[in-house]
């Protein structure tokens, strides 16, 4: 049985609320209910319309955050641009993967992840500091009068992304939630800022990756679902961004790290 309009609408809404609160585009909630909904269709068809959705969430958030003025646009755009060719390679590889196997390498990824944020919460965590002080500068005011001054090492950033594209685009969960925690971990981003800077790289990369499918011709299947849950995904990171000034930056990476194990869990033992 196919989902009603309304559940579409209401899905879509809460994934691009959450989603954007947390910089992570949505994907790793829509991936694993679009499994559940429709289990007998094919991982690259899920992974088409759940792409497609990140894009319109992740457009939506960086019109919000860009308001903001929270968006680190050079990082974005050199980030962005690598994510390019790992999102068009995993956009292709996606049909040649059983869909067990598909559920088994995504669990397995987002509990792994979700263990490093629960042992290491704090901005910064996993980075070498030598590489910090030697690196790219950043230092900015947003609009609420936040300020951030960091240090992070672009050439990491830019390979990360690269293999970022790579598995979101394969996984069809849009990158945030790899790229937020890397962001933050690995290179030293202010929670705030990771999470607005990610909206931005996941908009570039997850077009790149929707029109790939839609050249193979893979969401034709799915353009309804697609369609409807786009609707609500585009209120929702509206709602999303907005909530995002009121939590703290510990908060949006223990939540980040909840949803992950929830979501890492239901995958591999559902």
């Given at each position: 049985?196919?989902p009603?309009?309304?559940e579409?609408?209401?899905l879509?809404?809460?994934v691009g609320?959450?989603?954007?609160l947390?910089?992570?585009g949505?994907?790793f909630?829509?991936?694993p209910v679009?499994?559940?909904?429709?289990p007998d269709?094919?991982?690259?068809l899920i992974?088409?319309?759940?792409?497609?959705?990140?894009?319109?969430n992740?457009?939506?958030?960086?019109?919000?955050?860009?308001n903001?003025?929270?968006i680190?646009?050079?990082?974005?755009?050199a980030?962005?641009?690598a994510?390019?060719?790992?999102?068009?390679?995993g956009?292709?590889?996606?049909g040649?993967v059983p869909?067990h196997?598909?559920n088994?390498i995504?669990?397995?990824?987002l509990?792994?992840?979700?263990?490093?944020?629960?042992?290491?919460?704090g901005?910064?965590?996993y980075?070498k500091?030598e590489d910090?002080r030697?690196?790219?500068?950043?230092?900015?005011?947003?609009?609420?009068g936040?300020h951030?001054?960091?240090y992070?090492?672009?050439r990491?950033?830019?390979?990360?992304?690269f293999?970022v594209?790579?598995?979101?685009?394969f996984?069809?969960?849009g990158?945030?939630?790899?790229?937020?925690?890397a962001?933050?971990?690995?290179?030293n981003?202010?929670?705030?800022?990771?999470?607005?800077?990610?909206?931005?790289?996941?908009a570039?990369?997850?077009?790149?990756?929707?029109?790939?499918?839609?050249?193979?011709?893979?969401?034709?299947e799915?353009?309804?679902t697609a369609?409807f849950?786009?609707i609500?995904?585009?209120?929702?990171?509206?709602?999303?961004a907005?909530?995002s000034n009121?939590?703290?930056?510990?908060g949006?990476?223990?939540?980040?790290?909840?949803?992950?194990?929830?979501?890492?869990l239901r995958?591999?033992?559902?």
């Open positions: 049985m196919h009603s309009i309304t579409l609408l209401l879509g809404l809460g609320a959450f989603g954007t947390i910089g992570a949505g994907g909630i829509l991936v679009l499994a559940i909904i429709y269709a094919k991982s690259d992974t088409s319309i759940s792409l497609a959705i990140v894009f319109l992740a457009t939506s958030g960086s019109v919000a955050y860009g903001m003025r929270r680190d646009y050079k990082s974005a755009v980030f962005g641009i994510t390019l060719p790992g999102s068009v390679i956009a292709i590889l996606t040649y869909r196997a598909f088994m995504l669990g397995s990824v509990v792994i992840i979700a263990i490093f944020l629960f042992i290491k919460p901005e910064g965590a980075a500091k910090l030697a690196s790219t500068h950043r230092s900015f005011t947003d609009k609420l936040n951030y001054d960091y992070f090492n672009i990491t950033g830019i390979i990360l992304s293999f594209g790579f598995l979101s685009s996984l069809g969960i990158g945030g939630i790899i790229h937020v925690p962001l933050i971990s690995l290179l981003f202010p929670a705030h800022v990771a999470t607005a800077t990610s909206h931005f790289v996941l570039i990369m997850a077009l790149s990756g929707t029109i790939v499918h839609l050249v193979n011709g893979t969401m034709q799915g353009l309804r369609l849950i786009g609500g995904v585009i209120t929702g990171a509206q709602i999303g907005y909530f009121k939590v703290k930056a510990k949006i990476v223990k939540a980040l790290a909840v949803a992950l194990v929830i979501v890492g995958l591999l033992f559902g």
